[in-house]
Each structure stands twice: as C-alpha cells, then as structure tokens.
C-alpha cells in the first residue's frame, strides 16, 4: 500500500468514524435537533425507539471498523453503513427536503466509498483462491 492511499484511508475512516460516532450519540441520547435527531427521524415517519437502534449499531460498525483484522466484520460494518446512509438519502427525498438535508448522507456515502477502497490488505477479505 503506498503511503497516498494510507494517507486517503486513515482520513476517510476517521472522518466517517467521527461522523457515525456524533450522530449515534445524538440518537442514543434523543437529541431533538441534528443529524437524525427525534425532530429529523419524527419529520422522516421512523418511531423514536429507531434511534436506540440506530445508534448501537453505528457504535458497533464504528468499533468494528477501526480495530484491526476481522475483515469479515468490516464488511458487515461498511455495508450496514452504506444501507443507513443511502436509507436516508431516500428518505429525505420522499419526503421532499431541500437538497440541504442530503448533504450529511451523501458525504458518509462517500467516505464509507473511499475508506473501504483504500482500506490495507490486513482488513481485506482474501478470495480463497489466491
């Protein structure tokens, strides 16, 4: 791995780490205003008790995504991460929010894109047949 893309990872995956781990701590602790706060997941039609949900799985995603090996478990944390934020992507959109709210998802869509590609060998799955 050559050191731009350790560069390109660790930035990607500490950014999207803070971004899953601020808003998984609004959800937890009910926030009413925020990125997936009481008032953002009440406007999008999703029950409060989501947020409890939400939130632990973004902590375990955030945890299995920085510890070292278990690439099994990092793909799982990636994907959850993906389905959550392109979820929510689509969530806004069906119900019409301005192109503002998008902003938030569509920037963790991306980091979660760029921290999975540039991730090291070491937390890559290995085809069986190499």
């Not at 731009?4 to 995956?13: E, K, S």
């Not at 192109?99 to 963790?108: D, Y």
Request: charged share 15%; net charge positive.
């Amino acid at each position: 791995m050559t050191k731009r893309n350790r560069i390109l990872y660790w930035i990607a995956t500490i950014w999207l780490a803070l971004g899953m781990l601020s808003t998984a701590l609004v959800q937890l602790f009910k926030g009413r205003t925020g990125a997936g706060g009481v008032d953002s997941v009440s406007h999008l039609g999703y029950p409060v008790y989501f947020l409890t949900i939400l939130g632990v799985w973004k902590i375990l995603g955030v945890v299995a995504v920085l510890i070292p090996k278990f690439p099994l478990l990092k793909e799982w944390a990636y994907a959850g991460f993906f389905f959550v934020m392109s979820g929510a992507v689509f969530s806004h959109i069906v119900c019409r929010d301005e192109a503002k709210e998008f902003f938030g998802p569509i920037l963790l869509i991306v980091l979660i894109v760029v921290s999975w590609y540039f991730r090291p060998a070491d937390r890559k799955i290995i085809p069986v047949n190499q």
